[in-house]
Nanobody
Framework: QVQLVESGGGLVQAGGSLRLSCGAS????????MGWFRQAPGKGREFVAA????????NYADSVKGRFDISRDNAQNTLYLQMNSLKPEDTAVYYC?????????????????WGQGTQVTVSS
């Protein structure tokens, strides 16, 4: 089992940037694919980005492609999400997730482990 803790959320103006972090503990971080998801009020959990265990392959939702960058530091057991050119529609609670799967997946149900979430609010 792996425990995940997100940090780095906050309030930012449209066009600004934030970097989210997700610290992992409990099992070998480098064995897990990792993903970022978000959930806005009244909406379902939405895929944002995912990264394979080595960090060599990534996948992004179309809505964030070119603005967000997912990365990981396996030596520090940490996952990152660099968010640039933020828009009000990016406002949501952001969650990191982990799974032992070998295949990148966008489905929340495919991830076994979740953090508690961090709020990102983008003002217009």
């Amino acid at each position: 089992q792996v425990q995940l803790v997100e940090s780095g959320g906050g309030l930012v103006q449209a066009g600004g940037s934030l970097r989210l972090s997700c610290g992992a503990s409990g099992r070998t971080f480098s064995n897990y694919i990792m993903g970022w998801f978000r959930q806005a009020p009244g909406k379902g959990r939405e895929f944002v980005a995912a990264i394979v265990s080595t960090g060599r392959v990534t996948n992004y939702a179309d809505s964030v492609k070119g603005r967000f960058d997912i990365s990981r530091d396996n030596a520090q057991n940490t996952l990152y999400l660099q968010m640039n050119s933020l828009k009000p529609e990016d406002t949501a609670v952001y969650y990191c997730a982990a799974d032992r799967s070998l295949i990148l997946t966008e489905r929340p149900t495919d991830y076994a482990y979740w953090g508690q979430g961090t709020q990102v609010t983008v003002s217009s």
